[in-house]
Each structure stands twice: as C-alpha cells, then as structure tokens.
C-alpha cells in the first residue's frame, strides 16, 4: 500500500486552510486528489487534512462525489 498519495492530500488540504481556504474547498481539493481511491482513504484524508469529523467526512465525501461527478460530465 502506498501511503504517500494520503499523507500528501492530508498535507494539501492542511495548506490549503492555513492560506485562509474553507474546509470544503480543502475536501474538495483532497478529493480531486484521491477521487480513484477507496472511500475510507478518502474519509481519512478529510479528517486529518481539512479537520473533520468521521462524520462529517462522510456527508464532505457525498458531496464532493456529486460535485465532482458534474464537474466531469460538463
């Protein structure tokens, strides 16, 4: 398994809301990052990277799963 993918979108998002970004802009960011990878990486990168709860991450991942899947389809 290779976690750097993970520590990087942790660390993405993290920079991200340290430059002043909101916490679904961060998630957002992560997902695009990781939008092929299994659900509970991407959970974990939300909560350790744009400072969610477990399930809060899970209503982010919705949602950035629908957003993301409009922006493709445009």
Known sequence: RD???DVCSSDLGQ???AEGKTKVEAAMAIYRH???SPQ?????AFIEGASLTPKGALTYWYNCR???SREVSE
């Open 40 to 44: 509970e990486v991407v959970l974990q």
């Open 34 to 36: 990781l939008n092929e």
């Open 3 to 5: 976690w750097s993918s």
């Open 66 to 68: 629908r957003k993301f």
């Open 15 to 17: 920079t991200l809301i």
